[in-house]
């Protein structure tokens, strides 16, 4: 699950202008930021990349690095906003990335719903560098075989398999605090976006 910080490790609320600006990059609802998540496998050692969160948000559990669009950082696309977040969370520049699915986060326990977002899900095997500790994330390396669901949010063990396996994903979810208290899975990305009331998209990184 994406995660949206400040300077000063705090959790971000946006205002309605700063939730626009996110959305006009990136596929899902008008108005609900639009955020990323990134999946290295290195293929070679049968073995994926995650990170341990340090601070703020999901501190203490273990993701792929990602968040969310940026007009102001520069970001141009979807996929600019996610090869952007890994550099900055673990020091690497992913050189072939591919948009595998949509994920619809919704959370009851906020009731602005200034915490929901829809996330691009990226895959890729290729990058440059070493992936490095930043303030944010810890890098590790765990075994295609031994992912570490249990430290992880728990939506993860329902649609990564499928995702490690080659196949797109595309899923809502509805939390309250950590807790899913609802899920939805679709078929491909036309019916989930009719599902969640978002505009049409030709592609993921449209």
């Known amino acids: 699950m994406a995660q949206f910080y400040g300077d000063d490790s705090t959790f971000i609320a946006p205002d309605s202008t700063m939730a626009t600006a996110s959305a006009s990059i990136g596929v899902g609802r008008a108005g609900v930021k639009h955020t990323t998540l990134v999946y290295l496998v290195d293929q070679a050692a049968s073995r994926i990349l995650l990170a341990l969160k340090k601070r703020g948000m999901g501190a203490g559990k273990v993701n792929g ?19 952007r977040e890994t550099q900055e969370e673990l020091g690497i520049t992913p050189t072939d990335l591919q948009a595998r699915g949509l994920i619809s986060f919704v959370f009851t326990n906020d009731g602005e719903h ?21 303030d944010e994330m810890a ?9 570490p669901y249990d430290r992880m949010w728990p939506d993860d063990e329902l649609w990564l398999p499928d995702l490690l396996a080659g196949k797109e994903v595309y899923w809502q ?11 939805a899975s679709y078929a491909d990305l036309p019916t989930m976006l009719a599902a ?6 030709a592609a993921l990184d449209a």
């Open 114 to 134: 200034s915490w929901d977002n829809d996330c691009t899900i990226f895959f890729g095997t290729q990058w440059d560098g070493e992936p490095t500790e930043s």
């Open 65 to 83: 690095p990602g968040g969310k669009a940026d007009v102001s950082a520069g970001d141009t696309s979807i996929r600019a906003t996610a090869i």
């Open 139 to 147: 890098p590790e390396w765990h075994p295609l075989d031994a992912v």
């Open 173 to 183: 979810f509805t939390f309250d605090g950590d807790a899913i208290v609802d899920s």
């Open 196 to 201: 969640i009331g978002a505009p049409e998209a």
